[in-house]
């Protein structure tokens, strides 16, 4: 088994996606609020590009967003996993658009399967891409196409996970970030003077932090199918 690990959105671009799965990593804060979201009954999460694209086409549903990191004027959710309550999401589609996380999916399509990870749920994607048995890409969204510490080191627990269970081969930068993951006792720690970690908390996110760096809260894996994602059978 084969696995990749790209530090960015774009990174993706002209890579040959196919009988591959990928995994996508948006920690602060996308795939953490799709995973919290899906475990708290929402019926399905479609991810779009852009602002206009996810307003045009939610009919029924709830809008959810950000721009560097504030809430979408005139959306029902911003981008805090905190916000997405089973009392006010259970049984609703929800349409969403983020900085980094929904455009790293809508630039993974083509891949025989495209799962979400963060913190939350990182045995539960880790023993999933086990059981496939597929190679691996694991693209992390980054901030801004530029390489961010808080999705690498999640990536790297990832591979750590898999490579404690398979024979798994890696390039030195896929390498060099299971290395990392092997020598990290304490997430916060080490992404607390991180570049992305620091806004938010600049904007005052201090509590999405402490949540989204939470190991294995949730035993979900979602997953992208026909422009939606689900929690994977």
Do not use: W
């Not at 852009?50 to 809008?63: D, P, Q, R, T, V």
Request: aromatic residues 6%.
């Amino acid at each position: 088994m084969k696995i990749t690990i790209l530090e960015s959105a774009n990174c993706i671009f002209g890579k040959n996606l196919k009988g591959k799965n990928v995994i996508v990593i948006d920690v602060l804060r996308a795939t953490s609020v799709i995973v919290t979201a899906l475990e708290n009954g929402a019926k399905s999460i479609y991810p779009f590009k852009e602002i206009e694209s996810a307003k045009l086409n939610c009919k029924n549903g709830l809008l959810a967003g950000e721009r560097k990191g504030l809430k979408i004027t005139g959306f029902d959710f911003g981008n805090s996993p905190l916000e997405f309550t089973r009392e006010k999401i259970q049984r609703k589609d929800i349409f969403m658009t983020t900085s980094n996380g929904t455009r790293a999916i809508e630039n993974s399509l083509g891949a025989d399967n495209l799962y979400i990870a963060c913190y939350l749920n990182v045995t539960a994607v880790s023993k999933k891409l086990l059981e496939d048995k597929k190679d691996i890409v694991i693209l992390c969204s980054g901030t801004d196409d530029k390489f961010s510490l808080d999705d690498s080191l999640c990536a790297g627990i990832i591979a750590k996970k898999i490579s404690e269970e398979a024979d798994v081969q890696m390039d030195d930068f896929s390498l060099s970030l299971k290395r990392l993951a092997e020598l990290s006792s304490n997430i916060e720690d080490i992404l607390k003077d991180s570049k992305h970690y620091s806004y938010l908390k600049s904007i005052g996110h201090e509590k999405d932090l402490e949540f989204c760096t939470q190991i294995d809260l949730y035993n979900i894996v979602p997953q992208y199918i026909d422009g939606k994602i689900k929690a994977s059978s």
